[in-house]
């Protein structure tokens, strides 16, 4: 009997069309493992996989395609080769690259009949939801977290989208909590990740998001000692690579600063007086430890063999960043940056804690209990893994039969009364900056096309004042205020082939929902002329308005709703879900020594989703 006979008596009709479809699954980790199976088994009969990552040991008690001899493999190409096993007739394509490369564009993406997310961090999934409304691709996103999982359908102009809804913002800790008075194991990890371990390795505190800084005008004599104690370290840093190097450090971060801080005498009123420790001492005792104590990462280790592993880290770390510094160009400054999966990071960071939490009465942590609070981990449950790769595969069906009333967002969550619930899938949030636009592909000749060019575009052929702002992924680089890059060439201020322009109507009065232009770099040789303008649009579209908002009662009564149109001040917010924290300086790439535009104002990262990798 033919392997497929139960799948055609099951799914009817359906089943040639699933056979037929071509499918694209991003992610090849815990949901990606189970889902790649599941799609086979179901009768898919073309699924390409693409995945960043290589295969470690933690992954490998859930993520069952692959095993100890794959370590250190591409997932992507590993799970190409196990999986392929479960349907030989099936074509399966791997990609061991990131989602986000220019060889994945919109052209690309709008080859596929569906995309299936099983993605853990949220820029990659918000970079796939946007390219999925652009080559107007059906979309399901799933994730997991411990017990809980979650399956959305997501199509343009029928379901809201992955951005409909603001996500979470991950937790901050107050600086000076993290730098003078920890009281959790939390505290001194996020010490040694965000703090210590930049001020060493990589860059300063003041570009972590793990560190907040809101309360730092109640406290602005500690906000200096600590700066100093900064910068004290930078100079320490100095001499990374000699034999003194460990000891520097050691004495510093767990002596001079704890030391200081002792000398407070208000801060310790109602709490426990930190004790410093002794390098000398410890050294005395460690002196039988092996550093291999560092494998046991089930152990709590003690005060001696933390300090072991703090040293031994420390030179690993130290070897690896001098290499780097000797093997890179003059002109970058290579850093190192903190990977839960890379053991040499986490070995550091697992120690420092821990000798920290010594230091103020706290219980140190296990290596492997610091890697889940170090990565925001939250511990993955392949039964929950398996049951959303399967809800997944159901929620395609319906997809694939266009079949989008009975669609739904699943949930699985452990504390309900029924472990799978749904809801029916909401319609697209109107003010959405990222589904509520209109899609143009935009011809552009990159040689001859400037920011006026576009701009004339706009207001010839889709009617829009001066009141409009342009961005791309580098910043806003045209408004009302910013009129400095007309004569600037597009290709000078960031943008490029198969890149996004975002275009925002100021307009006072019911402005025109945004336009995303879909950039397609085209040379010319001849001069433009009418038929040939370095800025063309492939579709002229009707631009619809933006729902009116309700004046408020006691405005009206007010008589302030007719207010008239002016321009935004330079501190305004942003509207209209456009980030106008970035925003490019008038000096380009051609008028300056650098290798791209200048940027004001970086933005602060978004927020991370905790799910299984």
């Not at 977290?145 to 343009?156: A, E, L």
């Not at 600590?226 to 004495?251: C, N, T, W, Y």
């Not at 509207?575 to 008028?591: I, L």
């Amino acid at each position: 009997m033919p392997r497929d006979t139960y799948l055609k008596r099951s799914l009817g009709t359906l089943a040639r069309r699933i056979r037929e479809s071509r499918v694209l699954l991003v992610g090849a980790g815990g949901i990606g493992c189970e889902l790649l199976k599941d799609l086979l088994l179901s009768g898919f009969g073309e699924i390409h996989i693409i995945d960043l990552d290589t295969i470690d040991l933690s992954n490998l008690n859930r993520q069952f395609l692959f095993r100890f001899e794959h370590i250190k493999k591409s997932k992507a190409l590993v799970a190409k080769e196990v999986a392929h096993k479960f349907q030989p007739s099936a074509k399966l394509e791997a990609y061991h690259a990131n989602i986000k490369d220019s060889q994945f564009n919109v052209d690309w993406f709008s080859k596929f009949d569906v995309v299936f997310n099983a993605l853990d961090n949220l820029d990659a999934r918000r970079h796939v939801n946007k390219m999925c409304l652009a080559a107007d691709v059906p979309l399901i996103e799933s994730g997991t977290t411990g017990f809980n999982g979650q399956v959305q359908v997501i199509k343009k102009g029928k379901t809201e989208c992955y951005d409909c809804n603001p996500k979470e913002v991950p937790k901050s800790f107050p600086v000076c909590t993290i730098r003078s008075t920890p009281s959790q194991p939390i505290h001194c990890i996020v010490w040694a990740k965000s703090y210590l371990f930049p001020e060493l390795f990589g860059t300063s505190e003041d570009d972590t998001d793990d560190l907040d800084h809101s309360e730092d005008a109640d406290n602005s004599e500690e906000i200096a000692n600590l700066r100093k104690e900064a910068q004290a370290l930078k100079e320490i840093r100095q001499s990374m690579g000699s034999p003194e190097f460990a000891q520097k450090v050691f004495d510093k971060v767990f002596k001079e600063d704890i030391d200081r801080l002792r000398g407070m005498e208000d801060m310790w009123k109602s709490r426990t007086r930190p004790e410093p420790l002794d390098f000398q001492k410890l050294q005395e005792e460690s002196a039988s430890i092996e550093p291999t104590i560092s494998c046991n990462d089930q152990k709590i280790w003690t005060l001696a063999e933390d300090f072991v592993v703090f040293k031994d880290s420390l030179d690993r770390l130290s070897n690896r960043l001098k290499t780097m510094q000797d093997t890179t160009r003059d002109d970058l400054k290579p850093i190192l940056v903190f990977d839960k999966d890379d053991v040499d990071t986490l070995d550091f960071v697992t120690a420092s804690a821990n000798l920290r939490a010594t230091i103020f009465a706290i219980d140190p942590k296990s290596k492997f209990d610091t890697k889940q609070m170090a990565g925001n981990i939250i511990p993955a449950i392949a039964t929950s893994n398996a049951m959303t790769a399967g809800l997944c595969v159901l929620q395609a069906y319906k997809v694939l039969k266009d079949d989008y009333a009975h669609a739904k967002m699943v949930f699985l969550e452990r504390s309900s009364a029924r472990a799978i619930n749904s809801d029916a899938l909401n319609p697209p949030n109107a003010n959405c900056p990222v589904c509520s636009v209109v899609h143009i592909r935009t011809r552009v000749d990159p040689d001859h096309a400037t920011v006026k060019d576009l701009a004339d575009v706009l207001q010839s052929q889709l009617g829009y004042s001066d009141e409009f702002s342009l961005s791309n992924d580098v910043g806003t680089f045209y408004d009302p205020d910013l009129e400095d890059n007309l004569p600037k060439k597009l290709s000078d201020l960031g943008v490029r082939n198969e890149g996004f322009i975002t275009v925002v109507d100021e307009e006072d009065e019911q402005p025109r929902v945004n336009i995303q232009l879909l950039v397609i770099t085209e040379k010319s040789e001849a001069p433009s002329t009418e038929d040939q303008k370095p800025v063309r649009f492939d579709k002229v579209p009707e631009i619809p308005r933006k729902p009116k908002v309700p004046t408020p009662p006691e405005e009206k009564a007010n008589g302030v709703s007719g207010a008239g149109k002016r321009k935004r001040e330079a501190d305004e917010p942003a509207t209209d879900g456009v980030d106008r924290a970035k925003r490019v300086a008038s000096v380009s790439v051609a008028d300056g020594d650098g290798s791209h535009p200048i940027v004001l104002d970086e933005a602060d990262g978004g927020a991370i989703l905790i799910d299984d990798d």
